[in-house]
């Protein structure tokens, strides 16, 4: 007998449930910050799609899903169901609402979900766990270097979870530093624990001799402490490391200008082996000139002046760099062209190049041999014999009666109609002005209705209708919907004043303690009009993405 009491009991409230239109429930309405629990909507109203954005107001939405199902009724027969289920993380501790939800033609109860704060021991264990969440290192191989010598400086930068993020440029005035190559992308062990690693090589030429204090390497972005967590703002920054840069060494000539490098290489061709040259011949000579260690910036042209007997032309020359794994080479071409103007013997010289090979910490000096050549010119008793131009035959038409060219009546008339046509032109739109055919069209002004509600509920401080009012107010600005939800408005790209007015509303309209009553609306309609001028879809994302 009771075993059929209990039955009877279940399918009765069984029933109810089911008869029961629409229902809202949470597992847990008790937790600690960092905690999660479910929020459940029950409705079996069919073809509706509720709007939940209201959720994400005091959560953060870990996970969603939807389910319908057929279910046996009380008195109406088979009913359909549909259930949406939601994994909810607290954005803070305190008394936290879940508001009102529109489902269909109902609407749910509030909901208030108590969050409590954690314990000193608590945030003690997830300090820890913070502080080894990120670390940077940085190496490089060199010792010392001379002031202008570049040197290769790597960064590895080692993280766990997701983040996105970006270097920060390095700030000094007493080298220049700039990337090398692209970052490299790994997964590596550190300390028995899996992490992510992004590697950067950077080129840093010292420029001021001394003891150089290489700048903070740091990368700055955001991370999610769990799947559900809500994004987090990290920086993480290098140790100072410091190198010893050293000044131009006493035996460089002073003449010279001063180039350290690890290997120079010379090469010089001419067009004409031959040594003796003749009136209207000409020579070209070649250079080829490449230095390991340094930029094209600092190339300075071969300046070789003049040579007595020989007019010089040069080419513009074509200097370039490149990025190698062990620092920039860069190559200087140029090409000189001779010609003789005077007989005789002429020296051209040849090149001289003084570098600091950095190898091996000594003077170096490359070269190449002076060219001789002996120049014959022609003489006056060899010159060639004037050649006299031929004039064309000249037509004598004594009589000066030449015959009309046959197109020569045609040109009277063709001016006459063009006369003619622009005439008529003229009159025409005269006439049509005269008759007031040509109108201005009247500018039509546009009545913003919603826009004035909202103003009216500003005036005496309805926060619920300036709320509902923003969206249909936007679009009548924009002339057709863009927007359907307050949901699709805050993801376009709004200004910072008027995304923090949206937020304060939602705050003080759906709090549980109503903490936030107070919105400051003075410039909510100015911001919202700023708005007519922007783009109606907007994709964000970070500048400078180092890792997603």
Do not use: C
């Not at 109810?16 to 229902?23: D, E, Y």
């Not at 905690?35 to 509720?50: E, G, L, W, Y």
Request: no cysteine.
């Amino acid at each position: 007998m009771v075993k059929k009491l209990f039955i009877i009991l279940a399918l009765t409230l069984f029933s109810l449930q089911i008869n029961a239109r629409t229902l809202a429930s949470v597992s847990n309405s008790r937790l600690t910050i960092g905690d999660t629990f479910n929020f459940s909507v029950r409705t079996d109203q069919v073809n509706i799609r509720p709007d939940f954005s209201l959720l994400s107001v005091n959560f953060e939405i870990v996970n969603q899903r939807t389910s319908s199902q057929t279910v046996l009724g009380s008195s109406s027969g088979n009913v359909q169901v549909t259930e949406w289920n939601f994994e909810l993380a607290p954005k803070n501790s305190g008394t936290l609402r879940i508001p009102p939800l529109t489902i269909g033609t109902d609407t749910t109860d509030a909901i208030d979900i108590t969050v409590l704060a954690l314990s000193q021991e608590q945030q003690q264990r997830l300090k820890e766990l913070e502080d080894n969440r990120f670390q940077i290192e940085t190496s490089f191989r060199v010792n010392s270097v001379y002031v202008q010598q570049g040197f290769l400086f790597t960064v590895k930068f080692y993280y766990q979870g997701d983040i996105s993020g970006q270097w920060v440029n390095p700030n000094t005035t007493d080298a220049i530093i700039e990337p090398w190559g692209e970052a490299r992308r790994l997964n590596r062990l550190k300390g028995g624990v899996r992490y992510n690693l992004v590697e950067q090589d950077y080129y840093i030429t010292p420029l001021i001799p001394g003891q150089f204090d290489i700048p903070s390497f740091a990368v700055e972005g955001e991370y999610r402490k769990s799947n559900w967590g809500g994004l987090q703002s990290f920086k993480v920054a290098s140790n100072p490391e410091k190198i010893e840069v050293k000044d131009i060494p006493a035996q460089w000539p002073s003449t010279a200008d001063w180039l350290p490098a690890s290997k120079v290489t010379l090469n010089e061709t001419w067009s004409n082996s031959a040594s003796t040259l003749k009136s209207g011949d000409s020579v070209s000579r070649s250079i080829s000139f490449t230095v390991n260690g340094q930029f094209k910036s600092t190339f300075k042209d071969f300046d070789f002046g003049s040579v007595k007997g020989m007019k010089m032309y040069k080419d513009p020359a074509d200097i370039k760099d490149r990025k190698t794994v062990a620092g920039p080479v860069s190559t200087f071409n140029g090409v000189w062209t001779y010609i003789p103007t005077e007989s005789g013997k002429v020296t051209i010289p040849g090149v001289k190049k003084y570098w600091w090979n950095t190898e091996t910490d000594s003077l170096e000096l490359i070269e190449t041999e002076d060219k001789e050549f002996s120049i014959e010119l022609i003489t006056a008793q060899q010159s060639l014999p004037e050649i006299q131009p031929v004039l064309p035959e000249v037509i004598n038409n004594a009589d000066n009666n030449q015959a009309p060219s046959p197109n020569s009546g045609i040109w009277p008339w063709v001016s006459l109609l063009l006369a003619m046509g622009w005439a008529s032109s003229i009159g025409f739109l005269i006439y049509q002005s005269k008759k007031g055919e040509i109108k201005k069209e009247p500018e039509v002004k546009t009545e913003h209705k919603n826009l004035k509600s909202l103003e009216a509920a500003i005036k005496v401080n309805d926060l619920l209708t300036v709320y509902q009012s923003i969206v249909p107010a936007f679009n009548e600005l924009k002339n057709r919907t863009i927007v359907a939800s307050m949901h699709d408005f805050k993801k376009l790209p709004l200004s910072k004043s008027l995304l923090s007015t949206i937020e304060a509303l939602e705050q003080s309209v759906y709090s549980a303690n109503q903490t936030h009553s107070s919105v400051n609306l003075g410039n909510l309609v100015k911001d919202l009009k700023a708005q007519e001028t922007s783009q109606d879809e907007s994709t964000l994302s970070y500048s400078n993405i180092l890792y997603q």
